[in-house]
């Protein structure tokens, strides 16, 4: 299973780009990367998922360089409601057929008026 | 709406009064899967189920059990709950080939 390191937090203001970047140097060849957020009392809901290059969606981007040992959750112009944790975890769903993941403690990101 | 519906999302019990939460999602998906979430310890899972009738134990299944005897549905079972399980719960399911997890709400449960 790979681990992965990110940020505990960050801190940014309305409107502002945001970039979370997650680092997992074991990731496994048929691994994809995925972000989740996560508001309190919740569950945790799907972002973005990726396995190279640059993935866009309509509420983030995620950069992953040629090696894959790292990415980087881009939030366009965030706004308060963005406030939130943010996960960032390695896996294949496809062989894998748990598709068992490590949940570390997140990136707490607060948005600031 | 596609959902994961859990239940109840709150409950205050009593060390070893059995008890069982609900989880039921209309997705038709074949994975389903229970996870406890705990300060500083991130979301550790309970179990898992490929597909009816198909369950497997995650990292942490003791003191819990699972069935899954229609697709939709899938409860968490506590058969002696104990202080130490007293936690966040989430349900989760996703189809089977794709990596987005649904999750539902949430239970929290305390076990006095």
């Known amino acids: 299973l790979a681990k992965t390191t990110q940020p505990i937090s960050m801190d940014s203001y309305e409107g502002q780009e945001v970039n979370i970047t997650c680092s997992h140097n074991n990731i496994a060849t048929n691994d994809y990367i995925t972000w989740y957020q996560q508001f309190p009392s919740q569950g945790p809901r799907f972002i973005i998922q990726g396995y190279k290059t640059k993935v866009t969606n309509e509420v983030a981007s995620l950069f992953i360089p040629a090696d894959r040992k790292s990415s980087t959750l881009s939030l366009p112009r965030v706004s308060l409601s963005d406030t939130a944790v943010y996960y960032c975890?390695?896996?294949?769903?496809?062989?894998?057929?748990?598709?068992?993941?490590?949940w570390g403690a997140g990136t707490k990101l607060i948005i600031k008026p | 709406e596609a959902q994961v519906t859990q239940n109840p999302r709150y409950l205050i019990t009593v060390t070893g009064k059995k008890l069982t939460v609900t989880c039921s999602q209309n997705m038709n998906h074949e994975y389903m899967s229970w996870y406890r979430q705990d300060p500083g310890l991130g979301l550790r899972q309970i179990y898992y189920?490929?597909?009816?009738?198909?369950?497997d134990k995650g990292d942490v299944p003791e003191g819990y059990k699972v069935s899954r005897k229609e697709k939709r549905n899938f409860p968490l079972i506590l058969e002696s709950p104990s202080p130490n399980q007293t936690s966040l719960y989430f349900c989760?399911?996703?189809?089977?080939?794709?990596?987005?997890?649904?999750f539902g709400e949430g239970s929290r449960l305390t076990v006095l």
């Open positions: 989760a399911s996703r189809t089977a080939n794709t990596g987005e997890l649904f």
């Open positions: 189920s490929m597909n009816v009738e198909v369950t």
């Open positions: 975890l390695v896996g294949d769903p496809f062989m894998d057929s748990n598709y068992q993941l490590i």
